[in-house]
């Protein structure tokens, strides 16, 4: 079946709009002009929620959403106790995944905890992705690594100018300052955002970025995988 990337970048921009549409009324102008521009996080807002969970609902979850993904929250790992978990898991891939989501523009904060994920026995995910909402970072095992390896930063998409230039298209700033360039670098990240995430996709790419050796024994042991993705593996 054909992925409709083009229609799940419209679906990105509608949520993108939503949701500042959100923010907007729930923080001062000031405030939503500092977030929008990466000049303060969500944790230094007051706010109703708890600002991871402020993110996660009316930012990340949403996204996820607008490319097809369907997942699980807080998943957990049968036999291991432990007090923290990663906040979902990826149902709707092949390849497992993990996601670890942080308040806007705090993703750094996460990136120590999706590698301390990715090492919790009895989750066979060998990929996690961390986000604030706006920066997406896929981390995964190295190009030269094996299943034991310790994870790495992969790849990574940013929404930071598709969220500036929705805010100026769609009204919810009205100081017209941004440049021709970050406009059209907002709707490059907009259209390139289904084009890595939506499920097929995701698929592929870890795939084919997975190590040769990993690769084969994941293959092994997910031989749906081998016959449900149109590729050559070998």
Do not use: C
């Not at 500042?20 to 977030?35: N, T």
């Not at 995944?97 to 999706?114: C, D, F």
């Not at 084009?195 to 795939?207: G, H």
Request: net charge negative; charged share 30%; glycine share 6%.
């Amino acid at each position: 079946m054909a992925v409709d990337t083009a229609a799940a970048a419209r679906r990105v921009h509608r949520t993108l709009d939503e949701f500042l549409g959100q923010l907007d009324s729930d923080v001062s102008d000031a405030e939503f002009k500092k977030l929008l521009f990466g000049k303060a996080t969500l944790n230094e807002v007051e706010l109703e929620y708890k600002p991871e969970a402020y993110t996660r609902y009316n930012l990340v979850e949403p996204l996820l959403e607008a490319v097809e993904l369907t997942y699980q929250l807080e998943p957990r790992s049968v036999g291991v106790h432990r007090k923290r978990w990663p906040d979902l898991r990826l149902t709707s891939t092949g390849i497992p995944y993990i996601g670890e989501v942080k308040a806007l523009n705090n993703a750094e904060r996460g990136r120590e905890e999706i590698k301390e994920y990715l090492g919790i026995e009895g989750f066979v995910s060998p990929y996690g992705m961390l986000t604030d909402g706006v920066e997406w970072v896929v981390y995964g095992p190295s190009a030269e690594g094996g299943r034991k390896s310790s994870p790495v930063e992969r790849t990574q998409r940013s929404l930071n100018e598709a969220l500036q230039t929705v805010a100026l298209t769609e009204e919810h700033w009205e100081m017209d300052l941004l440049s021709g360039a970050i406009q059209s670098e907002g709707i490059r990240q907009i259209e390139s955002f289904p084009e890595l995430f939506m499920a097929e996709k995701l698929d592929v790419w870890a795939l084919e970025k997975m190590p040769a050796e990993y690769r084969a024994d994941f293959l092994t042991q997910h031989q749906e995988l081998q016959t449900s993705l149109d590729w050559d593996w070998e």
